[in-house]
C-alpha cells in the first residue's frame, strides 16, 4: 500500500513539471525600458534616414509594430519635438553597436518622444544584411514599447543581442508572450 502511494506521488509531480516549465521559460518582465506616452506610436524619419540605405527597415519594423500587437502606428511626416515618439536616425554609433534607443524627453514616468538610431555599416558587417537591418529596427522599436534584451533561454525574439541566428522569421518578430505584455498595457 505504501510503495503504490508513494508511485502516484511521483506520477503527478513529473506531471506538473512538464506542464510548469514550458511557462516560465519564455517569462519576461514588463515594462523592462519605459513605456510610451499612449497606443499610439507615431514616428519620423530624420533626413539623414530617409536618405539612407534603406529607410524601408524603419517603414518595416512600425508595420509589424502595428500588425502584431494592438498598438497604433503613424507616419507624422515630418519630426516635430511635440508631437512624434520616435524619430529614425541613420547614424555612425560609437563602437561595433549597430543600433541604439534613448528616451530624450519623460513626461513623468512614460516617455514623449525617443530616437532610434540605426547604424547600418555596423549591421552589415557579417551574413544576412536585409534581414538583419529589419531585426535591429523592431529590435530598436521594441525598447520603445518597454521590451528589453530577451536572450533564447527565455524566447527567441527580435530582442535577442548581436546578429542574427539564421533568416527564420522568429528573429524579426515579438514574441507571443511580449506582444500579451504590450496588449495589456494598451
Ligand atoms: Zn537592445
Ligand atoms: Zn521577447
Not at 513539471?17 to 518582465?29: D, E, I, K, N, V
Not at 519620423?44 to 502584431?68: E, V
Not at 549597430?98 to 530624450?104: D, L, M, T
Not at 514616468?109 to 551574413?127: N, W
Request: glycine share 8%.
Amino acid at each position: 500500500m505504501r510503495r503504490f502511494r508513494i508511485a502516484v506521488i511521483a506520477i503527478i509531480a513529473a506531471a506538473a513539471g512538464s506542464l510548469f516549465l514550458p511557462g516560465q521559460a519564455s517569462a519576461t518582465p514588463y515594462p523592462e525600458t519605459w513605456l510610451p506616452d499612449s497606443g499610439l506610436h507615431t514616428y519620423c524619419f530624420t533626413a539623414g534616414f530617409s536618405s539612407s540605405i534603406d529607410p524601408g527597415t524603419g517603414t518595416y519594423a512600425m508595420s509589424i509594430l502595428d500588425s502584431t500587437t494592438d498598438m497604433t502606428i503613424s507616419n507624422l511626416g515630418a519630426c516635430s519635438a511635440s508631437t512624434t515618439d520616435v524619430w529614425w536616425w541613420s547614424l555612425d554609433l560609437a563602437g561595433t553597436i549597430r543600433g541604439q534607443a534613448e528616451c530624450i524627453v519623460f513626461s513623468g514616468s512614460v516617455c514623449d518622444s525617443a530616437d532610434v538610431r540605426i547604424d547600418f555599416a555596423q549591421i552589415d558587417i557579417g551574413d544576412n544584411d536585409i534581414a538583419d537591418r529589419d531585426k535591429t529596427s523592431v529590435h530598436e522599436i521594441g525598447h520603445t514599447i518597454g521590451l528589453g534584451h530577451h536572450s533564447p533561454a527565455a524566447h527567441n525574439c527580435a530582442m535577442i543581442s548581436g546578429e542574427i541566428p539564421s533568416l527564420d522569421i522568429i528573429w524579426r518578430r515579438y514574441d507571443a508572450h511580449d506582444i500579451s505584455h504590450i496588449n495589456a498595457q494598451f
